[in-house]
């Protein structure tokens, strides 16, 4: 660099880490424009614990019932959370808006980042024939971008970020409700989250059925 070193400029990086729901979490940070690459699989991270727990709260429910009910058979499914989350026609169109959304914020930040580029590259040109003064003035102003240009991309990958949480607590609610729904009307005594038991055979398996449930809401 000529003249008194400026930072370079942040490189634009990948939208966010990758999220439960499969979304790239988090749009631009600095550092590589694929960084964490894959939009909405955190498809349930903060939501696979809270199944896991709800599992184990299930499994006890069973033991009890098979104490309280005696004779009266058990009848039991196994759904697979993130299963629904993938293959549901509802849950590829959030993955598809968020992903929609978190391109069209690296390609603002991936913009304002090659203004950057140009500017310090016209900085580093005239640096050698500057007046002290008249570098120290572009130097102060072009560090003042790189800062707001930081700035906007933390801001942005904050609010992405919250989008992220807010579609997945959403979504995930919206299964669970139709799980509920899915097991009163077909007679389950309970629904377990495949991710919270050891073994399960294909027989009690009812995540299929979960996702017709699921989509069928939509149209409703």
Same mark, same amino acid.
């Not at 729901?21 to 939501?47: D, F, M, W, Y």
């Not at 019932?65 to 039991?76: R, T």
């Given at each position: 660099m000529g003249g008194e070193g400026v930072r370079h400029a942040p490189r634009a990086g990948g939208v966010g880490e990758q999220g #439960?729901?499969?979304?790239?979490? #988090?749009?631009?940070?600095?550092? #590589?424009?694929?960084?964490?690459?894959?939009?909405?699989?955190?498809?349930?991270?903060?939501?696979?614990?809270?199944?896991?727990?709800?599992?184990?709260?299930?499994?006890?429910?069973?033991?009890?019932?098979?104490?309280?009910?005696?004779?009266?058979?058990?009848?039991?499914?196994?759904?697979?959370?993130?299963?629904?989350?993938?293959?549901s026609q509802r849950g590829q169109a959030v993955k598809q808006k968020l992903e929609q959304e978190r391109i069209g914020r690296q390609k603002e930040l991936d913009a304002r980042q090659q203004e950057l580029v140009k500017l310090q590259a016209e900085y580093e040109k005239q640096a050698p024939v500057l007046s002290d003064q008249a570098k120290r003035e572009k130097k102060e102003a072009l560090e003042r971008r790189f800062r707001d240009a930081r700035r906007v991309a933390e801001d942005a990958n904050r609010d992405f970020e919250k989008r992220v949480r807010e579609a997945e607590m959403e979504t995930t609610r919206e299964i669970f409700s139709a799980i509920q729904e899915y097991g009163k009307d077909q007679g389950f005594s309970v629904v377990l989250e495949r991710s919270s038991i050891i073994f399960g055979a294909p027989t009690v398996d009812v995540t299929a059925d979960i996702i017709k449930r699921y989509d069928g809401k939509a149209a409703k």
């Open positions: #439960g729901l499969g979304v790239e979490r #988090g749009p631009p940070r600095s550092g #590589g424009t694929q960084e964490g690459k894959g939009i909405v699989n955190r498809g349930c991270e903060a939501t696979g614990r809270s199944v896991a727990i709800l599992g184990v709260c299930l499994a006890l429910v069973l033991a009890w019932a098979e104490l309280s009910w005696g004779s009266q058979p058990i009848k039991i499914g196994v759904v697979d959370v993130q299963q629904v989350l993938n293959q």
